[in-house]
């Protein structure tokens, strides 16, 4: 129960990635928001495993592109547990199309939540824990921040443009908050997950062709579970990673190895 006695907010928690972060934190002791903008059942069912565990847990709507809906979430869940301690940024979509066939309100939609959703959520919660401060009890940081990024912020994606644009884009601005809130004792990190299994890429892995194509990709020769990258992310926010800030961590089987040049390229 190394989170016990911290508060952490994740976005995009109702399924996937997301889903098994807030699980995992909940499992680690943490009371957790967990945050949804649709599918409201699927929120409600992971905030009460969580209170199964003997943690609390508050589903709250918010669409985190906009500004009211984040502000919003962050006063009610602050009001709810007191404060937070932890944010984990994970909410995101993708809107694929080949560049001259891609539309500005594809390219919008996924920059508008994969990457000012991530700024804006942060934001908030760097509030709290520079008005909060270090509580020494609970953690040697004021504050914690995960950001969700993705093998794409190294691995260029033809045909996916908008998405690897807004992991990109989410990496350096990971890096530069780490820079300017480190001296308030926040840390902030980036997890960059590589094939995982969830529904947003189902068709790389229901059948036996897909997932043996995919696995061309992955030199661990496995595709990854959400539970991989939950446990990055309970030991990220822990004090066993206090002096760890402005990193990502890909967890992705080898994937940025570039199995292509296995032979020699």
């Known amino acids: 129960m190394v989170l016990a006695g911290q508060a952490a907010l994740v976005t995009g928690a109702n399924s996937g990635i997301g889903k098994a972060v807030a699980l995992g934190l909940g499992a680690s002791g943490a009371d957790v928001v967990v945050n949804y903008v649709t599918n409201p059942e699927s929120a409600e069912e992971v905030a009460h495993r969580i209170e199964a565990s003997g943690r609390r847990a508050l589903a709250i709507k918010a669409d985190v592109s906009r500004e009211e809906d984040v502000q ?12 937070l ?50 509580v020494r009890e609970v953690s040697a940081a004021a504050g914690k921040l995960v950001f969700m990024s993705s093998v ?78 939950a446990q990055a992310v309970a030991w990220l926010v822990s004090d066993a990673a206090d002096y760890v800030t402005g990193a990502t961590f890909f967890v992705d089987g080898g994937m940025t190895l570039f199995p292509g040049f296995t032979t020699g390229g």
């Open 72 to 83: 919003a979430m962050f006063a009610k869940a602050i009001n709810h547990f007191g404060t």
């Open 85 to 134: 301690h932890i944010c984990v940024n994970n909410a995101g979509l993708q809107r694929d199309a080949p560049l001259l066939d891609m539309t500005l309100k594809q390219w919008n939609e996924v920059i508008s939540v994969n990457l000012t959703g991530q700024f804006l959520c942060a934001r908030e919660a760097v509030r709290e824990f520079k008005t909060r401060g270090v």
């Open 152 to 229: 794409h912020q190294e691995i260029p994606w033809a045909g996916h443009v908008n998405y690897a644009a807004s992991k990109g884009g989410v990496m350096q601005l990971m890096r530069s908050i780490a820079q300017e809130v480190a001296p308030l004792a926040i840390r902030a990190n980036a997890i960059a997950p590589g094939a995982i299994r969830t529904p947003i890429n189902k068709s790389a892995w229901e059948t036996p062709a897909a997932y043996k194509e995919l696995m061309t990709l992955v030199p661990y020769k496995r595709i990854g579970e959400p539970e991989d990258i």
